[in-house]
């Protein structure tokens, strides 16, 4: 932890901020921050700029989510984001955080479509993100993409894994509503279980209830959990970045803490939800008991 303050080109730090001179993130360093006991904080970026904020801050691991679709395009849902327009904003991303530190893992997410129609189909979408400066690319479900997850890790692309709400699936799910209650909490064990076996580094688990969050994260030493709406149970945390920056266009969920509020400027509110999650006051397990 810093005893100093931390200069940025977006503003000081201060001296409880945990973005000291830190090695660049890795998998072996994610893992070193589990095995110790630490969060692991992760946030949306779009653009570089604000993935350089991100980095800045001291947030471990970006997500090029296709939740900006809906943030950044106006868009319903993510269903309608390209395969192209998640690489030039993964491009954007990368070029933003290798401006500052350069030590954020960046995660591109597999838009819908990508990846369903074969393992081949997945590898060559994989492959775009991955040559536009991506370190993983993530894919909803579980079940069927089993095997693609494999496959993918085999040719050596990380994977994060997405169980529980998938908003690419929303419809099929009838909305956005909790997932893994009552008789469903057995399915997406079995999903989670054999998604690390497959190879699956991380695994975001979102609306899920925390008590089965916390259960997954004890039965998944190989691969850390990620929580949104899903308690403080889970090896990490993420949230859209435009949520938790209070800026978003409709309603945020109830899960979801303005980290604007009290801070001056976007650097001051990345670094609160640094803090938050990493002393364990972010976020708040009676938003979670579903």
């Given amino acids: 932890m810093n005893t100093s303050s931390t200069a940025t080109p977006y503003g000081t730090l201060p001296p409880a ?58 868009l319903p849902s993510t269903v309608g984001v390209s395969l192209e327009t998640m690489r030039y904003h993964t491009e954007s991303v990368v070029r933003g955080v290798q401006r500052v530190q350069g030590t954020a893992w960046i995660i591109g997410d597999l838009p819908f479509g990508t990846y369903h129609e074969s ?9 775009v993100l991955m040559q536009a400066g991506a370190h993983m690319v993530k894919l909803e479900g579980g079940g069927w993409t089993t095997e693609t997850v494999r496959f993918l890790v085999e040719r050596g692309i990380p994977v994060c894994a997405h169980l529980g709400l998938t908003p690419q699936t929303v419809h099929a799910l009838g ?22 076996d497959a190879g699956a580094a991380m695994l975001v688990l979102e609306m899920v209830p925390a008590a089965l969050s916390a259960e997954l994260t004890e039965a998944l030493p190989r691969c850390h959990t990620i929580g949104i ?10 949230l859209v970045m435009h949520d938790m920056l209070g800026i978003n266009l409709g309603k945020n969920p109830k899960f979801v803490r303005n980290f604007m509020t009290g801070q001056s400027s976007v650097l001051d509110a990345m670094g609160a939800y640094v803090l938050a999650v990493k002393d364990g006051s972010f976020p708040d397990n009676a938003l979670h008991a579903w």
């Fill in 17 to 74: 901020s945990p973005v000291a001179a830190r090695k660049p993130i890795s998998l072996p360093r994610l893992n070193e921050l589990r095995e110790r006991g630490e969060k692991i904080t992760m946030l949306t970026a779009y653009d570089a700029t604000f993935a350089a904020v991100a980095d800045a801050a001291g947030v471990e691991c970006i997500l090029v989510g296709d939740s900006l679709g809906m943030v950044c395009q106006g």
């Fill in 229 to 238: 709406g899903a308690g403080k149970g889970t090896a990490g945390q993420v």
């Fill in 119 to 127: 393992r081949e189909q997945a590898l060559r979408s994989a492959t």
């Fill in 175 to 196: 909305g956005y509503r909790v997932q893994g209650r009552g008789d469903s909490a057995a399915k997406l064990r079995q999903d989670a279980l054999a998604l690390q």
